[in-house]
């Protein structure tokens, strides 16, 4: 059973050309966690949710946006990609923060790609 | 700030046992997690530590010392299936930071 699903798989979008990707769970997590993965390197966390508190790192790029309407959905919106923000996104859950030990459960990723 | 440092890459063979080591220095730590994430896919979670000492969970087991910044994972009785990175991250601030993982080859 799907528990963090992640929609697309695969997105292609053009350079400047604004995108949005999904995430939605079924775990009623109360945080919810974009990071940003590249090849070979570490995810990065952008932001995360706890409930409806947003919580953005001092580091993630204004271009980078999130929405979470309600405790299933999050959003990742990137409003002029480019070529540098092509990379697989994770979106991920948790029962409460990390701090206070709760794993993350991770969706199967979004590969975006900028032409 | 935070640093995380893991070998790049291992390798070993199918049967035998390997140990992947994990040092942090970090400004707030409440505990190490280890995950494990296949090419192209998400990471998936193996084991928590908070407190030292090793903590075993069928053919793995995490290791760690707080006092030493120093974590390890021990796979045993390896499969081919265990190819894969191995993630270690550390949490600290309400949050979770990536070391950038350790590659691992097991070959027949």
Same mark, same amino acid.
């Given at each position: 059973?799907?528990?963090?699903? +992640?929609?697309?798989?695969? +997105?292609?979008?053009? &350079? ?19 990071? +940003? /993965?590249?090849?070979? /390197?570490?995810?990065?966390?952008? &932001? ?5 508190? &947003? ?19 999050? &959003? ?40 | 700030?935070?640093?995380? =440092? ?17 040092? #942090?220095?970090?400004?707030? $730590?409440?505990?190490?997690?280890? %995950? ?8 998936? $979670?193996? @084991? %928590?530590?908070?407190? =030292? ?16 910044? %120093? @974590? #390890? ?8 299936? =265990?190819?894969?990175? %191995? ?10 930071? $990536? ?10």
């Amino acid at each position: 059973d799907a528990m963090v699903i +992640q929609n697309p798989r695969y +997105q292609v979008t053009q &350079f400047g050309k604004p995108v949005t990707l999904s995430c939605s769970q079924t775990l009623n997590h109360n945080v919810m966690y974009w990071y +940003q /993965q590249k090849s070979s /390197q570490a995810p990065k966390l952008l &932001f995360h949710y706890y409930d409806k508190d &947003f919580n953005n790192e001092a580091d993630t790029p204004d271009n980078f946006q999130s929405r979470r309407p309600n405790t299933s959905f999050c &959003f990742l919106d990137i409003r002029s990609p480019g070529l540098g923000d092509a990379a697989m996104y994770l979106c991920a859950t948790s029962r409460e923060r990390a701090g206070q030990g709760h794993e993350q459960y991770f969706g199967p990723g979004t590969r975006l790609t900028v032409t | 700030g935070q640093n995380i =440092d893991q070998p790049t890459e291992m390798t070993a063979t199918e049967g035998a046992i390997v140990q992947i080591n994990c040092t #942090y220095q970090t400004s707030g $730590f409440n505990g190490l997690f280890w %995950y494990q994430q296949h090419a192209g896919e998400a990471p998936t $979670f193996l @084991s %928590y530590n908070v407190l =030292d000492g090793l903590e075993e969970k069928g053919r793995f087991s995490s290791f760690l010392s707080r006092s030493k910044g %120093y @974590s #390890y994972l021990l796979l045993k009785e390896l499969q081919m299936k =265990d190819s894969a990175s %191995y993630l270690c991250a550390v949490t600290g601030f309400q949050k979770l930071v $990536f070391g950038t993982g350790t590659r691992l080859l097991v070959s027949p």
